[in-house]
């Protein structure tokens, strides 16, 4: 049985950026997986290769085994993408969106389940609107339906819920929880990495056009420091450098092991006779997982600062 | 819920036809003032000053073929331009490229769709000024017209595909039709016959490709022409085929529209 996705040694330049530098990479169907980095990691242009809209310099791509290039016509019929920009044609109404959308996929008489995607998506009231009247949540919330309305079975998300208020981003991630159960794959895209944890059965970091972590969400959660130490200091003893996740001004985050790394903390901290305003201790999340891994793999840290 | 394979580019070929449709004020009413506005001042100005064809024909009645030819490019051209450079700067272009879409079905859909509404348009001038030469009605040739006609507007439909394909903001696809299709348009025979035209001027206008257009349209209403009917189809024809191979290796390519 194919995978939902693969992607072998896929590589892009756009000029002097290598947005992706050879990324190998395997989705089985019926997961729920998530791509994570920071903003130019190559996560928008991945997605952009698998559904066929840049191409990459090397390797390959395949959906459901259909290699998006030579065999473009199946690769894209599996795939149904959310694009990231809010875009729209202000010419037509949402339901003659969505059955254009299906039209372009060969598909007729799909009322049934445009009407089913409209109730899924609180967009019933709204179905003869023009899109130019609606709301920002609710154009995304139509993208996420034109996405859906060829029945893909490979389902991309990139960034689906930016700019999305609370209540839809619950009724949204019921929706795609729904598609997943009945066989969707699902990938995503976010910047919300409490959503990452809380949906994503596997999860891909990726930085600087490559994947620095590729594991189960669970795995990438006890496989990291357990803790995290937020202090408020002028500095961090000399042997803590390295263990630095995150520094804003004069307020650290450190990695911790164990408990018993505290003592030591403490011990350094005294002994180079620095003194602390503050001490937080945190439980591991994603976000200092993703903060570890992106301070410590792929080149280094200065690269991403010089480029903010 | 019903798949027809290969069925996608019709609905593409439908969304551009209801897109023009929804604002037909703009892209069809319009044009059709526009060209009555010309033929009631270049008629009433030049009547009785221009002889055409040895006097064999009023200049009012070789004016409306002309005027008719005119709106068909010209709105043949806008169709695919202003279509697809909207789309490309609206970013909804993306909703086209997603789906399994040959280079064949786009470029069909989007030239069928500039032909249609360059055909309306050109109906619809052909409509209101048969009332100053009725006598057009009954034209002799009309298989040459319609051939000339659908030809024609490929044509256009095709460039304007390029030039939205090629421009990258809106600035770029008005300098495309003010520097190169209107004075094509203008300086092909739409409003006088090249033959009284200096000898400098004939000559050249024998190598704009707009002028075979319209001269052979205009055959199909008076059995007269500047050069024989079947000379301008081969050059008309040769320039449809040729262009179109091009734009196709350009959808291929994915020049400027897949990165």
Redesign the interface.
Known sequence: MPAAVEVVNVARR?GSVQALAGIDLTVAEGEFFGLLGPNGAGKTTLI?VL?????ADTGTARILGHDVTTD??????C?G?V?Q?L??????TVR?TLE???????????G??IDEILHHLDLVAKADANMRSLSGGMKRRVLVG?ALV??PPVIVLDEPTAGVDVELRQSLWAFIRKLNRDGHTIILTTHYLEEAEALCGRIAMLKAGRVVALDTTQNLLSRSAVLTARITADRVPAAWQPRVLKRDGRVFVLGLDRYSDLESLLAALRTEGIAIETLALEETDLEQVFLRIMATSGPPAGASEAAR | MKRIAGAGWLTLLYKELLRFWKVSFQTILAPVLTALLYLLIFSHVLASNVSVFGGRVSYTAFLVPGLVMMSVLQNAFANTSSSLMQSKMNGNLIFILLPPLSPLELFAAYVLGAMVRGLVVGAGVFAVTLFFAPSLLFLPHPVWALAFALLGSAILGTLGLVAAIWAEKFDQISAFQNFIIMPATFLSGVFYSIHSLPSFWLALSRFNPFFYMIDGFRFGFFGLSDVPPATSLAVVATCALLLSLLTLALLKSGWKLRH
Do not use: C, M
């Open positions: 756009f952009s559904a066929g809209l840049t191409r473009y016509r199946r690769a894209r019929r795939l993408v694009p920009e875009v729209f044609d202000p010419f037509f003659e254009i959308q299906s039209g372009y996929f060969g598909i007729r008489d799909n049934a389940w034109q060829h029945k």
